[in-house]
């Protein structure tokens, strides 16, 4: 593995007197020469902005594409998961803060070049690569050149959806798929616990769904802060208003972590209604994450009901799909193989 560091100018910025106003992300941060951004991932020198986190890997593993979560994306395949430092929001939550809070100089990484990068994932005999873990928006630059040195390879990309439209719609270019965590519904608890606005978020998703890259969602459930049956109903109508009744959506259970240490899991019974509500306003896909359930996690034809995806954690079976369509009474699904 290579060891050379070197020196990526950041897309998206313009200078400022003796500072840079970045661009990518909404949080537009005005950063002085020698300072680095909110993120950690950009620095400015003298010169320019730079991507500071370019190349820089934390945690490379091979993950069943469920694990991402991705239920309706090449079901049963796995991805080469790559995540680097850094993050643009602050959850009070993060079950990633050893990777995500650090400032990116005081983490220990590898550096590894986009082509070093893609000929591991095919050493790995993988042919999608998920830019997962941190927030990968952050980490631009290198998830284009990674794309770029290998573009037979799938891209999957798991990110908070904080970034700015016109990169957003760059990305949506190389992107195949992407889960987006809609972290609540209000805007207190973004700006409380995330330190981010629910509007970027939501305009994120909607351009990640209009731009035709396969799309799925992710509500992690806290208890207390927003797992009120009326705030997730308001996510779900959401859904159905802006996007499809065929976007997947995950409700999580969350678990004690970072500087939420005093909230407890989340009950079981409290994601199960929040499926609950999710498909009797009309959703069609709808699935409970961090539990083992008997068919919760199961897919189901929309049309005539039959299960045609069967799982287990991340055990997978494909029981009765043909390519796209339901086997029993060939409806179609939103489902990429
Ligand atoms: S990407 Fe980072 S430096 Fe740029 S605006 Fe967002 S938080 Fe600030
Ligand atoms: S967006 Fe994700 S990685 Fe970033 S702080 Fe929140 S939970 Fe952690």
């Given at each position: 593995?290579?060891?050379?560091?070197?020196?990526?100018?950041?897309?998206?910025?313009?200078?400022?007197?003796?500072?840079?106003?970045?661009?990518?992300?909404?949080?537009?941060?005005?950063?002085?020469?020698?300072?680095?951004?909110?993120?950690?991932?950009?620095?400015?020198?003298?010169d320019m902005l730079v991507a500071y986190s370019y190349g820089k890997v934390s945690s490379v593993c091979v993950d069943p594409v469920e694990k991402k979560p991705l239920f309706h994306y090449r079901p049963g395949t796995r991805c080469f998961s790559l995540g680097g430092v850094g993050c643009n929001m602050s959850c009070k939550h993060c079950q990633n803060y050893a990777i995500s809070m650090l400032p990116?100089?005081?983490?220990?990484?590898?550096?590894?070049?986009?082509?070093e990068i893609v000929a591991l994932c095919r050493k790995e005999r993988q042919d999608a690569i998920a830019f997962t873990y941190n927030e990968p928006m952050i980490w631009f630059e290198y998830m284009l050149d990674v794309m770029k040195a290998d573009p037979d390879l799938?891209?999957?990309?798991?990110?908070?959806?904080?970034?700015?439209?016109?990169?957003?719609?760059?990305?949506?270019?190389?992107?195949?798929?992407?889960?987006?965590?809609?972290?609540?519904?209000?805007?207190?608890?973004?700006k409380e616990v995330c330190g981010a606005h629910l509007e970027d978020v939501l305009r994120s998703v909607v351009t990640v769904f209009e731009s035709g890259v396969h799309l799925e969602l992710t509500y992690l459930v806290i208890p207390g802060y927003n797992d009120s049956e009326e705030e997730v109903g308001r996510f779900c109508d959401w859904v159905l208003e802006r996007l499809s009744e065929d976007v997947p959506v995950h409700?999580?259970?969350?678990?004690?972590?970072?500087?939420?240490?005093?909230?407890?899991?989340?009950?079981?019974?409290?994601?199960?209604?929040?499926?609950?509500?999710?498909?009797?306003?009309?959703?069609?896909?709808?699935?409970?994450?961090?539990?083992?359930?008997?068919?919760?996690?199961?897919?189901?034809?929309?049309?005539?009901?039959?299960?045609?995806?069967?799982?287990?954690?991340?055990?997978?079976?494909?029981?009765?799909?043909?390519?796209?369509r339901c086997s029993c009474c060939k409806h179609k699904l939103n489902i990429v193989r």
């Amino acid at each position: 593995m290579a060891v050379i560091n070197e020196r990526v100018e950041a897309r998206y910025y313009e200078r400022d007197g003796d500072a840079y106003i970045c661009g990518l992300c909404p949080h537009r941060c005005r950063i002085p020469v020698g300072s680095y951004g909110r993120c950690g991932a950009r620095r400015a020198d003298e010169d320019m902005l730079v991507a500071y986190s370019y190349g820089k890997v934390s945690s490379v593993c091979v993950d069943p594409v469920e694990k991402k979560p991705l239920f309706h994306y090449r079901p049963g395949t796995r991805c080469f998961s790559l995540g680097g430092v850094g993050c643009n929001m602050s959850c009070k939550h993060c079950q990633n803060y050893a990777i995500s809070m650090l400032p990116s100089g005081k983490k220990r990484t590898t550096y590894e070049r986009p082509d070093e990068i893609v000929a591991l994932c095919r050493k790995e005999r993988q042919d999608a690569i998920a830019f997962t873990y941190n927030e990968p928006m952050i980490w631009f630059e290198y998830m284009l050149d990674v794309m770029k040195a290998d573009p037979d390879l799938r891209c999957i990309v798991v990110s908070n959806g904080l970034i700015c439209e016109e990169p957003l719609k760059e990305l949506c270019k190389v992107a195949d798929a992407m889960n987006i965590d809609v972290k609540g519904f209000t805007e207190d608890f973004y700006k409380e616990v995330c330190g981010a606005h629910l509007e970027d978020v939501l305009r994120s998703v909607v351009t990640v769904f209009e731009s035709g890259v396969h799309l799925e969602l992710t509500y992690l459930v806290i208890p207390g802060y927003n797992d009120s049956e009326e705030e997730v109903g308001r996510f779900c109508d959401w859904v159905l208003e802006r996007l499809s009744e065929d976007v997947p959506v995950h409700f999580t259970r969350f678990y004690p972590d970072n500087q939420m240490m005093d909230v407890p899991w989340t009950p079981v019974e409290t994601v199960m209604r929040c499926r609950e509500i999710g498909m009797g306003k009309g959703l069609n896909y709808v699935y409970v994450g961090n539990t083992l359930t008997d068919d919760a996690d199961d897919t189901y034809c929309p049309e005539c009901g039959t299960a045609v995806i069967k799982r287990l954690g991340y055990l997978v079976d494909i029981v009765s799909l043909d390519g796209d369509r339901c086997s029993c009474c060939k409806h179609k699904l939103n489902i990429v193989r």
